[in-house]
């Protein structure tokens, strides 16, 4: 099954209504399984294996579960293994009268507005109940636009006035949202990433090639380039990927071609007649994250088919309709966003700076006398503010190479001085570029020993050798004779986590459950360059 085969089957998931019967599943190997749990009121079995069929277009494997029929939704269960829940009622079954104790406070409803997990159907278009009414109570309670799923309908009223409840039209719709949006919804596939071509893509025409009259961006191309502006505000990385070569890449940004969108809002941009496989080789490795969390957009199929095969789990995604564009990332893709714009523009600077450094790296300087020669100066420090701390759990929540633990912990701001002396965070900058907050650590401190339960340090920080200074210099804010006590961490394995094995196997010795730190190989190791690169 290839993730990557997406755009053949784009428009048809597009279509959302009446394409129940024309999708059909993808087998294994799947990169993820989503466990959805649907809170209903009546059956919602024909419309099962649609969702399910479209989860396996992008390479998710589907396993829904259900509750009992419960109109007052009092006796819901909710399994503990669901990764999301959906409510989906016919609301048409609740007189309207007894529609606002559903969104009392201690409603399931009202407890679940800042529950990620938690999604809500809106009633139908067609039913009893005016849907103004229920998103005017759901904005009351704080239930967050990006987690309500509406249906979508293209009778006209004089043919469904009849039927109460949901129409088939709707419920294919839905069936394809909780397939597509929600179940893709996952921190271990979220798009971290889009790699963009140029010509027919961004805008119409080739350029250098074309007349000047045949190449400019239509109203299309400038909904798409506003779209790409916030999602690259939010913290997802634009790339470009283009045959054009680099003095055309700079006519194209100054002719303003891309309107909103400047030439710094792209972390990389890799030109010239290479094929399209081998600049996204170079993209992946700058970015240092798995295809997985990565979509490459492009006008021509046969890019699509050659970068699909070289990327099986990399989303290809058919530009040349700029309006099905348009439609595919605000429908079948989820993003990773960032909490914190200024991180976000630390990390596109520090992947464009990541360049300069490869090519010091290429010219034979050891990892430790660059660290020197490019002045880098590492910083920890305990979590002192509320956006230090929402940093510290979104590097808990989003870290897969190097995370200890894997245990993924979540916060609110509510927990912020309850929390806040156990984080420890630390920052990393250089000459080249400003790195920000980029590892933390959540401790559990029991007099002889420190327990990790929770080390992670951003993509961004590896492959400079700073993993152990960081450490050490983390370890020093939690107690400055640290060498003295037990540090342990129960290290769990995963699929993509190898650098952090690599550490733990470096630093720490298994005792038990636990895996121990050797303190006096961490300290001899840090020894010569510690003073030099850490504020002690």
């Not at 992008?58 to 009992?68: A, E, K, T, V």
């Not at 949006?181 to 271990?188: A, C, E, F, M």
């Not at 714009?341 to 430790?368: C, M, Y």
């Not at 509320?386 to 510290?392: I, K, N, P, S, Y």
Request: charged fraction near 25%.
């Amino acid at each position: 099954m290839l993730r990557s085969n997406f755009y053949s089957i784009q428009e048809s998931l597009l279509k959302l209504s009446g394409n129940r019967h024309e999708i059909s599943r993808k087998d294994g190997p799947y990169v993820a399984t989503n466990k959805v749990f649907l809170i209903r009121n009546e059956a919602y079995e024909p419309y099962l294996a649609h969702g399910v069929n479209c989860a396996s277009q992008i390479g998710i494997n589907l396993l829904m579960s259900y509750s009992d029929y419960d109109d007052s939704l009092s006796y819901v269960v909710i399994p503990k293994e669901a990764d999301q829940i959906v409510i989906w009622i016919n609301w048409d079954r609740i007189p309207p009268s007894q529609i606002s104790r559903y969104f009392e406070a201690n409603s399931l409803i009202s407890r679940s507005s800042t529950d990620t997990k938690f999604y809500f159907v809106l009633p139908s278009e067609y039913g009893l109940h005016d849907i103004a009414l229920f998103q005017s109570k759901l904005t009351a309670i704080g239930w967050p636009i990006e987690r309500i799923i509406v249906g979508f309908n293209s009778h006209s009223d004089e043919k469904v006035k009849i039927k109460l409840g949901y129409t088939r039209e709707e419920m294919d719709s839905i069936s394809t949202k909780i397939g597509v949006q929600v179940s893709s919804n996952l921190s271990s596939i979220r798009i971290r990433a889009l790699i963009l071509d140029l010509d027919n893509t961004l805008y119409k025409g080739v350029f250098g090639e074309d007349t000047s009259d045949e190449v400019f961006p239509d109203k299309e191309h400038l909904k798409l380039h506003l779209e790409l502006k916030k999602l690259k505000e939010s913290g997802v990385l634009l790339c470009i990927a283009t045959k054009n070569n680099l003095t055309d890449i700079e006519s194209i940004f100054q002719s303003k071609l891309t309107s909103v969108l400047e030439k710094d809002d792209f972390s990389i941009i890799l030109g010239g007649w290479e094929s399209k496989v081998k600049s996204i080789q170079g993209i992946l490795r700058d970015l240092n994250f798995s295809e997985n969390f990565v979509a490459f957009v492009d006008d021509n199929q046969r890019e699509l088919y050659e970068v699909g095969r070289t990327f099986p789990n990399m989303i290809c995604v058919d530009g040349k309709k700029t309006e099905t564009l348009l439609k595919a990332l605000a429908t079948c893709l989820t993003f990773e966003k960032s909490q914190d714009s200024k991180v976000s523009e630390a990390r596109s600077k520090d992947i464009r700076a990541s360049h300069l450094r490869q090519e010091l790296t290429n010219k034979g300087i050891s990892p430790d006398t660059l660290l020197i020669d490019l002045n880098t100066q590492l910083g920890a420090s305990k979590v002192a503010s509320l956006e230090e701390f929402q940093r510290a759990f979104e590097l808990f929540r989003k870290t897969n190479q190097f995370n200890l633990t894997l245990n993924r912990s979540t916060s609110e701001a509510k927990d912020f001085e309850t929390l806040k002396g156990k984080l420890i965070t630390a920052s990393l900058r250089d000459d080249v570029s400003n790195s920000g907050i980029i590892a933390a650590i959540k401790v559990l401190d029991e007099g002889d020993l420190i327990e990790l339960q929770e080390f992670s340090i951003s993509c961004r920080a590896l492959g400079r050798n700073v993993e152990k200074y960081l450490f050490r210099a983390m370890l020093s804010k939690i107690d400055n004779d640290f060498e003295k006590l037990k540090v342990g961490v129960r290290f769990e394995e995963g699929p993509k986590n190898q650098p952090a094995l690599d550490f733990v196997q470096r630093f720490f010795v298994k005792e038990s459950e636990f895996y121990i730190l050797d303190s006096s190989k961490l300290i001899s190791e840090t020894s010569e360059w510690y003073s030099y690169l850490c504020d002690v």
